[in-house]
């Protein structure tokens, strides 16, 4: 039987696509797929923020130790990694020693600053009532206990990823040991990340990197420098002004001197307070201290860490430890300064020198 003829003709064959529209079509393609890596990447900070700042913390500390090793791979002419073993050992051994030694006093300073705070806060209302104007602006300030309280509250949630004390413990083992994994092979992670870039741009991305490492771990040396030099000059200031917990105070100046701006506010709080209840020349005093030492630190350390690293505009770092405190909370605040370094390198080099086309900065590249 004769096979049935279709009524309706054959369909002409599909036409190629022409090489415009093939570009064209690659053109969407491309903007769809950044569009969609930019949604992920965004809801990966908005749900995984803490892990990214941990993260991101353990980078810099393997920054840190890989620059350490390298200026003594420079300068004796060791491996590289057995330099960077003869560094974890010596900062193990530095810690260790200075915490064995002056743990008594920290730990008696560090109850005696807890019990001291409140106090201070409760003689500072005292004294205003006397006054009209500042009764008024007390009046709408919250109890002391209460204050204390949420001071309590938000020093186990200004940790990275886990909460509470043990949390914040864990932080800093996991900080530690990954920043030593890092330091130790970074070529492993710097070329795993080298391809996921496309082949043309693996080059330009590989300079990305070193650009962005060699900033920051400047940076970095540069800051840890000066945080020893402002916690010993706080220690030493307070402790010749007979202010008590001088060592205590001189730490915590130290260790907030690394967010800039807010830090040196923070920890000199707790300084004047407790000065206060010694008097208000002796808070004074203690203003005084901390006005000199923070004029110190930035007119004449600032500048020579970032002559040899990024330049933060100050208007800018204070701009962004708003943003990145709106978005990633006390981590945010802590670790804005790097993060604005970072923002600023890539800035740089993606956008200014490779889609504007200007020259490279002298900083940055």
Sequence with gaps: MPEEQSAYPPSPPAAKPSPSQRRLMRRHALIDGMAV?????????????????LVF??????????KLSAVLQRRFGWNRKVALVAVVLALAAIIGLGGWAMAPQ???????LAKEIPA???RLQQEVQR????????????????????MSQMVPNAGLFFGGVLGALGNVVIIIFVGIYFAFSPG??????????PPAKRERATQVLDTLGDNLARWLVGKTISMIIVGVATAAGLTMLGVPLGLILGIIAGLLDFIPYVGPIIAGVPAVLIALSMGPDMALYVILLFLVVQTIEGYVLQPLVEARAVELPPALTIVMQLVFATLLGFAGVALATPLTAVLMV???MLYVEDILG????AKTG
């Design 120 to 122: 201070s806060i409760e």
């Design 131 to 150: 006054h009209p104007l500042l009764k008024k602006i007390t009046s709408e300030l919250p109890d002391p206990k209460e204050m204390t309280q949420q």
């Design 37 to 53: 890596l930019f949604l992920a990447l965004a809801a990966a900070v908005v749900l995984a923020a803490d892990a990214l700042m």
């Design 188 to 197: 492993i992670y710097k070329r795993g990340f080298v391809r996921l870039v």
């Design 346 to 348: 890539l800035v740089n």
């Design 358 to 361: 200007d020259k490279p900065d």
């Design 106 to 112: 920290i730990s008696e300073q560090s109850t005696q």
């Design 57 to 66: 913390a353990c980078i810099l500390f393997a920054i840190l130790l890989y």
